[in-house]
């Protein structure tokens, strides 16, 4: 979920798999006696001999990973991190890296709870199919039978919007489109309401971008399919308790006060910089990233996917519609496509099935290999700039047999070629003379977002949001446009340290063939918004 390109989420799900640390864990490997075990519940000699290769496969692998993800953490300048392998129904591996907080020694361990952004969908998806199951709800209901305030801007597709696509990313709208509402204090149904002004920018149910909205509203349904508050009620009663997965949360309040979590850090030019949890993000977007969890519960997460919706005696969802979750829905190139809360990469060995998740503190990778009995979790305490996905690809490339890429190394060569880019525009002085801002002042209005205010304050211009009490900050660019960044003042303090000096959008002021100013519009593709002038 980055707001600069730190989305809900997003945690860079559209990117292909493209330290000073010090170390707390264990190792849990399989024994010869597990493989007997499972001879006895009638696997079969061949089929057990495969999976003593593959657990020696992953022992084997074992010191080159921990060794790669070091030098990777170092590289990358993350504090901590924890990582844990799934194989035969047990959680064969796990081991954490470095620390909790940056600039303190307490180690982060194997149960320490991170948060997991966008690696819920998936959890989403699998309460959609447990409702399907339960025939409360079908892949294919209209969403505005569901919810009859939900439009967009094509009513045509408004009306034919399905519950499948909700998940699928599949939408025709923008990337992360309207995600910065929740952070400047609007509330869900405000975002809801948002999407109508939302431009198309694709083919629906043809091109591929990755939104978080329609996860919140996919919650929400299933919230009043089942009589509940929430959608976290929903997934503890459906997954998290016959998982077993106790540690797993969905409030800042929960894992700030839990003993063992670890601290989000925003990256900067230098070290990474701690951030507070904050309840808008991304706990506000419900199950487009709101879970905090750990190794062992993910774990269990992972097993249930691998033995196809069953977990110990009990049927956890259908394997009919858990495939459902797993079937590819829109391209995003030509080996990685978007399925329903995961994505499913085609390699020359086999397919991968997968999430990341990114909030502004955290990064995480969660994956499977159902032909192999693997699943793979890779949980950090930096904002996800892309490490979780590159050593989860190191390891994956290994065991299948896949070529053999070092996917740190490009993933900071791109980083680093965006962080310098970041720099060069905001080193950017104004192009132009700038015109004194006095006659910017005044009212202005949006559909959905309420009055604005714009005054000069200081020699400096502002745009306080009434609805939500937001002050921007408006930092000259060019002739009537300007760069809106959140100001660090009031309930939003905890919110700015979060984001940092991240610009919200550009914000162009329009004229009239007299030279008038009419309006202000929000430029950035994700937060297109017109307020016209009252006075």
Not at 91 to 108: H, N, Q, S, W
Not at 314 to 325: H, M
Request: charged share 20%; with cysteine.
């Amino acid at each position: 979920m980055p707001l600069r390109n730190r989305k809900v989420g997003a945690d860079s799900a559209g990117r292909i798999f493209a330290g000073r640390s010090s170390m707390a864990g264990l190792r849990a490997w399989v024994s010869a006696g597990c493989v007997a075990t499972l001879i006895g519940f009638g696997i079969g000699q061949a089929a057990a001999q495969q999976a003593g290769a593959m657990q020696d496969r992953i022992d084997e692998l074992a010191p080159a990973f921990e060794t790669y993800l070091q030098a990777g953490m170092k590289a990358a300048n993350v504090p901590g991190v924890a990582v844990g392998i799934v194989h035969g129904d047990k959680l064969v591996y796990t081991k954490a890296f470095g620390v909790k907080e940056r600039t303190k020694p307490d180690p982060v361990t194997p149960d320490t709870i991170f948060q997991i952004g966008s690696t819920t969908k998936a959890f989403l998806s699998a309460t959609l199919a447990q409702a399907v199951d339960a025939g409360k709800l079908k892949w294919d209901d209209r969403v505005v039978d569901r919810m009859p305030e939900f439009q967009l801007g094509d009513p045509w597709v408004g009306r034919d919007f399905r519950m499948l696509d909700l998940p699928a990313q599949r939408s025709g709208l923008g990337p992360y489109v309207y995600d910065g509402l929740g952070l400047l204090g609007f509330d869900q149904q405000t975002m809801i309401r948002a999407l109508e002004d939302a431009p198309a920018v694709g083919i629906f149910r043809s091109d591929f971008a990755y939104l978080n909205i329609p996860h919140m509203i996919a919650g929400r349904i299933l919230a009043e399919t089942y009589g509940v508050a929430a959608w976290s009620d929903v997934v503890k009663k459906g997954i998290l308790d016959p998982l077993g997965m106790a540690a797993t949360s969905w409030t800042p309040e929960v894992i700030e006060t839990a003993p063992d979590h670890a601290v989000g850090h925003r990256a900067t030019d230098t070290d990474p910089v701690a951030i507070p949890f904050h309840a808008s993000f991304p706990y506000g977007f419900g199950p487009a990233g709101n879970l905090n969890s750990n190794v062992p519960d993910v774990s269990r997460w992972l097993r249930m996917q691998l033995a196809r919706g069953i977990f110990g005696e009990n049927v956890i969802v259908s394997e009919a519609n858990l495939d459902v979750t797993w079937t590819p829905r829109v391209a995003m190139t030509e080996r990685v496509s978007y399925a329903v809360g995961w994505v499913v990469t085609a390699t020359p060995n086999g397919r991968i099935i997968w999430h990341n998740g990114g909030t502004t503190g955290f990064g995480a990778h969660v994956g499977f290999v159902p032909d192999r009995d693997i699943g793979l979790i890779v949980l950090s305490n930096l904002e996800n700039n892309g490490f979780p996905d590159a050593v989860a690809q190191w390891f994956y490339d290994r065991l299948m047999g896949n070529p053999q890429v070092d996917n740190v190394a490009l993933m900071l060569t791109a980083l680093h070629a965006k962080q310098d880019q970041a720099k060069r525009v905001a080193n950017q002085k104004p192009l132009g003379t700038i015109p004194p801002f006095g006659p910017y002042a005044g009212t202005y209005a949006s559909r959905v977002l309420g009055d604005a205010t714009v005054r000069e304050v200081d020699g400096k211009l502002q745009m306080v949001l009434e609805t939500s009490e937001a002050v921007l900050d408006l930092k000259p660019i060019a002739l009537d446009t300007f760069e809106a960044r959140l100001q660090p003042s009031g309930a939003f303090a905890v919110v700015a340290a979060m984001t940092g000096d991240d610009v919200l959008t550009p914000v162009r002021f329009e004229r009239d063939g007299n030279g008038v100013i009419t309006g202000l519009r929000w430029t950035a593709p994700a937060m297109p918004q017109l307020f016209e002038r009252q006075r």
